[in-house]
């Protein structure tokens, strides 16, 4: 096989769900993050009803790549075609699209179908296809496992925004406090240990213990970038009840002080709600429980760092400091 000619992969899945949930579930790229294991971040460039231009962050191959996409979606022939406009070493293009075929029963085949070409020898296209073959047979695997829940999708996929102002402090100095998570220890008090390292420049491996208001410990471990004026994280390893969360804090300077949004969006696992909230909870239920304690937790962290930062002494600005 020739390195240097065009190349094609081709994984399906068989989802024991409607064609129309399953499209859906893919065209809307701003869920990919909490349904798609590999995503970590989808920054929007562009979007109109029938295209859109995106940068996408993702594992692969246990590094964090980012590329800029085009896609065409067509819900009438359930098709999503994508090209990236800029690749990731060792592509030099990559394209494709995703069918859905209607199989009988209320099911659907997905076909994910990738046609590309690499720069280098056999390694580099072994090593392509590795992680094409990895990451589409995750993608898939998640696809159905959301898909076939058994409950619509805006009831388990939700998102939500806090907004909040901190006066006498700057963005930048809040956005600092939220990098140095490996300080949240000493800092807030519903963290009780973190674990944190910086495999590439300005992207984090974050492991934490929180403690809930009722006295629960558990552990995630989340992909953090480090945007300018942005944070944002995906949580590899979520919260029971979560089958995935992600989210961002984004900094800004505005006429009272830091002006800190934090979003969340996450995915709720159904069958894990009794376990956690008590037996005969709903999804419901669960959105109103996430709404409020992954809500609390980001105002605390913020009213935290802004009380830090207020309390650092000033900056000494006499003669002969080195700046």
């Given at each position: 096989?020739s390195?240097?000619r ?5 994984h ?22 909490v ?12 979007r ?6 995106f940068?996408l962050?993702?594992?692969v191959?246990?590094q964090v ?14 098709r999503?075609?994508f ?29 994910l ?13 072994a ?19 959301v ?14 925004t806090?907004?909040?102002?901190l ?13 140095r998570?490996?300080?949240w220890?000493q800092?807030?008090?519903?963290v ?59 900094f ?7 002006e800190?949004?934090?979003?969340h ?8 709600v ?29 009213e935290?760092?802004?009380?830090y930062?207020?309390?650092?002494p ?10």
């Amino acid at each position: 096989m020739s390195p240097s000619r065009p190349h094609q992969t081709v994984h399906t899945r068989v989802v024991a769900a409607p064609p129309e949930v399953v499209y859906e579930l893919v065209a809307d790229v701003r869920r990919w993050p909490v349904i798609f294991e590999p995503t970590v971040h989808v920054r929007h460039l562009e979007r109109t009803s029938g295209a859109e231009r995106f940068e996408l962050w993702a594992q692969v191959n246990g590094q964090v790549n980012t590329w800029a996409s085009r896609r065409d979606l067509d819900p009438a022939g359930l098709r999503v075609a994508f090209r990236q406009e800029r690749s990731h070493a060792p592509l030099t293009s990559m394209g494709g699209d995703w069918t859905f075929r209607p199989v009988g029963g209320g099911r659907t085949e997905v076909v994910l179908t990738h046609r590309f070409t690499v720069d280098g020898g056999e390694e580099q296209l072994a090593w392509m296809n590795q992680a094409l073959d990895t990451n589409s047979a995750r993608e898939l695997a998640a696809l159905a496992r959301v898909a076939e829940l058994g409950h619509p999708v805006d009831d388990l996929v939700f998102s939500f925004t806090d907004r909040v102002v901190l006066p006498g402090v700057s963005a930048a100095d809040v956005y600092a406090f939220v990098r140095r998570s490996d300080l949240w220890p000493q800092r807030l008090p519903h963290v009780g240990r973190v674990s944190l390292s910086e495999p590439q420049p300005d992207v984090q491996d974050m492991e934490m213990d929180t403690v809930t208001a009722e006295g629960r410990s558990h552990t995630t471990r989340s992909i953090r970038l480090c945007l300018p004026g942005q944070i944002v994280y995906k949580q590899v390893v979520p919260p029971g009840m979560l089958l995935g969360h992600a989210g961002s804090w984004e900094f800004a300077d505005g006429p009272g002080g830091a002006e800190v949004h934090a979003r969340h969006s996450v995915a709720v696992d159904p069958e894990a709600v009794d376990a956690v909230l008590g037996a005969g909870s709903t999804p419901a239920d669960a959105r109103r429980h996430l709404r409020d304690v992954l809500g609390r937790n980001s105002r605390a962290t913020l009213e935290h760092a802004g009380r830090y930062a207020r309390e650092q002494p000033a900056p000494h600005t006499g003669a002969g400091v080195s700046r």
